[in-house]
T-cell receptor, first 113, second 114 residues
Framework: GAGVSQSPRYKVAKRGQDVALRCDPISGHVSLFWYQQALGQGPEFLTYFQNEAQLDKSGLPSDRFFAERPEGSVSTLKIQRTQQEDSAVYLC???????????FGPGTRLTVL | GNSVTQMEGPVTLSEEAFLTINCTYT??????LFWYVQYPGEGLQLLLKATKADDKGSNKGFEATYRKETTSFHLEKGSVQVSDSAVYFC?????????????FGKGTLLTVNP
């Protein structure tokens, strides 16, 4: 079956622009996660959704980062007024429930110039 | 807090060589431990896991044993193949309730030459 998909795969933004990154989880997966992976680093947790409820946003680095999952399926991570330090790969993962295996998408590589 | 330290790369081996990638962790309680693999252009995939002390996770010829006394979860494979070339991440998920967050190491790039 289809895995987790993310779009776009690559995004180049000028500093100060807003960007929106999309995640399509595996159908039926209740839990959805966003991670940020800086160059040469492991992924770091950003936020967690259970259905449409955002239960944990403790990893979001600033109030410029906003995530939503309005219908409990597709999720969007929005970054306002992008900065160079936002350059990273943004990974989305989904799982059947929060304690089950997380399946990762291929990521969106964001480059802020 | 929780943290994972894994062997710095890159690691370059010849086909059929023995592989070890070291991983140690710091965590309270009894975390679950994982190895993920990232092939070029693909998403992270779970390679193996162990959920309690002395458990051995294994998959595709890779093995790792959860050693609580040394807080380690080293990845091993007896004979690597070119197709094993990838980035390997050690990760933990703490025990107890609301234990959904994965904490990752920095990753180790493995290149296997024919």
């Amino acid at each position: 079956g289809a895995g987790v998909s993310q779009s776009p795969r690559y995004k180049v933004a000028k500093r100060g622009q807003d960007v929106a990154l999309r995640c399509d989880p595996i159908s039926g997966h209740v839990s959805l996660f966003w991670y940020q992976q800086a160059l040469g680093q492991g992924p770091e947790f950003l936020t967690y959704f259970q259905n449409e409820a955002q239960l944990d946003k403790s990893g979001l680095p600033s109030d410029r980062f906003f995530a939503e999952r309005p219908e409990g399926s597709v999720s969007t991570l929005k970054i306002q007024r992008t900065q160079q330090e936002d350059s990273a790969v943004y990974l989305c993962a989904s799982s059947l429930e929060e304690e089950y295996e997380q399946f990762f998408g291929p990521g969106t590589r964001l480059t802020v110039l | 807090g929780n943290s994972v330290t894994q062997m710095e790369g890159p690691v370059t081996l010849s086909e059929e060589a023995f592989l070890t990638i070291n991983c140690t962790y710091t965590a309270t309680g009894y975390p679950s431990l994982f190895w993920y693999v990232q092939y070029p252009g693909e998403g992270l995939q779970l390679l193996l896991k162990a959920t309690k002390a002395d458990d051995k996770g294994s998959n595709k010829g890779f093995e790792a044993t959860y050693r609580k006394e040394t807080t380690s979860f080293h990845l091993e494979k007896g004979s690597v193949q070119v197709s094993d070339s990838a980035v390997y991440f050690c990760a933990l998920r703490r025990g107890g309730g609301s234990n959904y967050k994965l904490t990752f190491g920095k990753g180790t790039l493995l290149t296997v030459n024919p």
